[in-house]
């Protein structure tokens, strides 16, 4: 068995508030091999801090602490902030929520996706531009010629995503995470980015951290599903074993939404005091 | 009886072109009527029309069989209430939600305000130790059940919901349905919702319209929705990429996994 | 932990009152945060402090003349020396507080309402009010401050009253610009849309709800804009256009020194330390109060 790409134990993040200082995530530890991991739990559960974490991204007044986080064989931790940008980006790679705000306006959208490029490599000119043009193909992009000229405001919001994914995966990062990276947009446009999303990483070899509110969506698209509620992990499921689920703060989220064929007069609610043990 | 909200050929002008193209339909008193979408089909501009928030319009609006002039007056501020999407934006950043609550009171002279106040949010199930608070104090859901208070005060006939529950995680969204469903019960409300999420149409409404490019394709019963039976091809389109993400029953969607090849 | 900090911290404030307490205590503990913002507000403060006090902290009378004294050098009599006519210069400069903290006080009270409604009333209704508002506003922005001071005082006469009522015709096109850029940010918003439709008037709706929202901002650029308010009138003062002597105006002061920069430096230089050192105070008390009230930083907390 080999070392796994990526090792978390016991990350703790904490802030300073008002009557002393507030921990939000309390210890998560997991490890990633090559394989899709879905991280859900609801606004405040910590899963964006715990994603944003492992690329070091919080900053000051934020406090992060992890006894290891090791990427393949490099204690992250150590890394000064010089070393930690070359691995961003170019091993471990994010995609956000709204492609709105990731994108720059002033920038045409080939030119966002050859800085990714040349950032992390020094390719001659004609070489780049064949790579951002056949990275758009990749993301189904139909006329890349067309859309390396246009800005980000003249793309959908599908496409901006499109877009943010070929920019992330240019370098070829082993790892990428994706925190909600479709809940700005139309359902049917979901599914187009989130299978592109699952095939660039099948196809790859990549791992995958998918972050999401959506239980059943993280489901689908990942191997195996860690529950956070509170700055906790309080379960860790393979992703077809959802129905299996036995802890009480799963099954609350499971049952609360409603269904297409929904029949229920009142749905189920869960009591948000509820403190859950581990 | 004289439909609660009827629309009569409505067009929406917005810059040149028109986001809403020949629209109408109408919800009876103590229906709930959703219409859906997806973004850019026009259908929270066909709310906003309603209310006066979107000025340049033609075709016809009737409340309460009164027809819809552009400025919003008392009688109707009670007879008609809105409900947005984002609870973070509707609500004054500056002020408690004691001030939020007590405003429509204040502009419409009415009198025993702090007991209306205390006890509209119980009604909504707002915790009284709450009424001192800043909404940047609140959570998502608590924000969401200030703003149903706050267009409850008034005790509307008809609230029109934009996409009340889609800012909010899924256990919050429960809570809020929740309470959608009990008031209306209660107060024998007519909802006009505005939603992109069908089983939220499931659960909450007795009829919908469906939207496309601010035209309305087709209307249906709930129960077609709960069926899956559209007659329209669009529709189905929505109906099916919609599922899934809520409502695929667990047998199917262990199916869905396994056949992706893990 | 203190009762009162508790207090002041309760999740769940019982009363208005608290709640708004517990909110300027949170304001004030960001603001504490900040080392110039501290000194700053504790320059302003010494301000208010000594031109209330002037009599009882000055060891002479500011008017009271003795030429055998004429001129003299700091001294243990006289801290900071005598002026040309053997006044002394700290007693001076102590009642000239009360003379600068009038001009920055009244040129804020009548310049910032008008500027602040103005720009809200063009920012909230849009259209021509908006074009017609900023128009008349633009003329006045795009003229020098000193030298539109300068000509109104020329045409209603010299004097601290008419150089207040100056410098305060010229300040407020720079608040009516801010009020109407805040209006902008939030005239669509949901919650301003939310009152309209409980049927509250325009008149309501600016006054209660859109006011407040810009008031901050308006407390910022206002005390950002003292320091220069404060300069304005000691340049009117030094061309003689202010405060008519005898008063122990800064400016004056300084314009009356000039004569003597060179063999009694101490005359001209103790009251430009006075104006310098306030004006520093004013400035790191705006940006202090920048970095707690504006929203857009407040917001990610």
């Not at chain 1, 690329?55 to 992890?66: D, F, G, I």
């Not at chain 3, 949901?190 to 600016?206: D, K, P, Y």
Request: charge should be neutral; charged fraction near 20%; proline fraction near 5%.
């Amino acid at each position: 068995m080999t070392e796994p790409l990526l090792q978390l134990r016991n990350l703790r993040v904490t802030f300073p508030g008002p009557r002393g200082p507030v921990q939000v995530v309390h210890g998560v530890s997991f490890d990633l091999g090559r394989e899709r991991l879905g991280i859900v739990g609801e606004s405040g559960s910590g899963k964006s801090l715990t994603g944003r974490s492992l690329l070091r991204l919080l900053k000051h007044p934020a406090k992060v602490e992890t006894d290891r986080l090791i990427f393949d064989g490099i204690d992250l931790n150590a890394l000064s902030e010089k070393q930690m940008r070359n691995i961003r980006g170019a091993r471990i790679s994010m995609v956000m929520q709204d492609p709105k705000f990731s994108l720059n306006p002033v920038m045409t959208i080939g030119t966002q996706i050859a800085e990714a490029l040349r950032v992390h490599e020094n390719l001659p000119r004609t070489e780049v531009k064949t790579r951002v043009r056949a990275m758009l193909d990749q993301v189904r992009i139909d006329d890349p010629d067309r859309v390396m000229k246009l800005y980000p405001h003249e793309v959908s919001g599908g496409m901006g995503q499109r877009v943010m994914i070929a920019m992330m995966l240019i370098p070829q990062p082993d790892v990428l995470i994706a925190d909600e990276p479709t809940s700005a947009l139309d359902v049917s446009v979901q599914a187009q980015v989130l299978d592109l999303i699952d095939t660039m990483i099948v196809g790859n070899g990549m791992a995958l951290i998918l972050i999401s509110h959506d239980l059943e969506l993280v489901a689908r698209y990942c191997d195996r599903v860690l529950v956070m509620h509170r700055g906790r992990v309080v379960e860790e499921l393979e992703a077809g074993q959802l129905h299996a689920a036995t802890h009480p703060y799963t099954k609350g989220l499971l049952a609360a939404v409603p269904r297409m064929d929904e029949t229920r007069k009142v749905l189920p609610v869960m009591d948000r005091d509820m403190e859950y043990d581990q | 009886m004289t439909p609660a909200l009827s629309i009569d050929h409505l067009f929406v002008r917005y810059g040149r072109t028109d986001v809403v193209k020949d629209v109408s339909f109408s919800a009876k008193p103590g229906e709930s009527y959703a219409l859906v979408g997806e973004s850019g089909s026009g259908k929270s501009t066909i709310l906003r029309s309603v209310v006066g928030m979107v000025r340049d319009w033609r075709g016809k609006i009737e409340v309460d069989g009164m027809p819809r002039q552009g400025r919003i007056d008392l009688a109707f501020a009670r007879h008609c209430q809105m409900i947005f999407q984002d609870p973070y934006a509707s609500l004054h950043p500056r002020r408690t939600v004691d001030a939020t609550l007590l405003e429509p009171l204040k502009v419409h002279g009415i009198r025993d305000r702090a007991e209306r106040v205390v006890q509209m949010m119980q009604d909504v199930g707002l915790d009284p130790r709450f009424r001192f608070r800043f909404p940047h104090q609140l959570s998502g859901g608590q924000r969401q059940r200030v703003a149903i208070a706050r267009a409850l005060m008034l005790e509307p006939r008809l609230l029109l919901l934009d996409e009340p529950t889609s800012a909010l995680d899924v256990s919050v969204q429960a809570e809020i349905l929740n309470l959608l469903v009990r008031i209306r019960e209660e107060r024998n409300l007519t909802y006009v919702l505005v939603t992109h999420s069908l089983p939220v149409v499931s659960f909450l409404c007795d009829r919908l319209g469906v939207l496309r490019h601010g035209r309305l394709v087709e209307e249906a019963g709930v129960s077609a929705l709960r069926t899956g039976t559209f007659a329209e091809p669009y529709s189905q389109e929505l109906y099916d990429a919609s599922l899934g993400a809520g409502d695929r029953d667990l047998a199917a969607l262990q199916e869905a996994t396994r056949g992706m090849g893990m | 932990m203190t009762p009162l900090k508790l207090w002041l911290t309760a999740d769940a404030p019982t009363s208005r009152w608290q709640a708004q307490a517990a909110q300027a205590y949170a304001i004030w503990r960001s603001f504490a945060r900040n080392p110039l913002a501290v000194l700053g507000a504790l320059i302003v403060g010494t301000l208010i402090v000594v031109a209330i006090f002037a009599p009882v902290l000055a060891p002479y009378t500011p008017v009271g003349q003795n030429l055998s004294m004429r001129l003299m050098p700091p001294s243990a009599e006289h801290w900071l020396g005598t002026d040309e006519l053997g006044r002394d210069i700290l007693s001076r400069i102590l009642y000239g507080a009360r003379i600068t903290l009038l001009i920055v006080v009244m040129v804020a009270v009548i310049s910032a309402p008008i500027g602040l409604i103005i720009g809200a009333v063009a920012g909230y209704f849009g259209g021509w009010t908006d074009r017609v508002l900023m128009a008349i506003t633009d003329v006045f922005l795009s003229l020098p401050k000193l030298i539109m001071a300068l000509a109104f005082v020329a045409a209603l006469g010299a004097g601290l009253q008419n150089a207040i009522i100056a410098i305060a015709i010229t300040a407020w096109p720079a608040y009516a610009r801010i009020a109407r850029a805040e209006t902008l940010t939030f005239r669509n918003s949901e919650f301003i849309a939310a009152v309209q439709l409980q049927g509250a008037s325009h008149l309501r709706v600016i006054g209660v709800h859109v006011l407040p929202l810009c008031m901050s901002s308006t407390i910022i650029r206002v005390t950002l804009d003292m320091a220069g308010i404060i300069l304005t009138a000691a340049g009117l003062g030094f061309l003689g256009l202010g405060a008519q002597p005898p008063l122990p105006e800064w400016g004056a002061m300084i314009s009356r020194g000039r004569s003597f920069i060179l063999d009694q430096w101490w005359v001209a230089t103790m009251p430009g330390f006075a104006i310098i050192i306030v004006s520093l105070g004013f400035c790191f008390l705006g940006d202090g109060l920048r970095d707690v009230l504006d929203p857009r930083q407040r917001d990610g907390r």
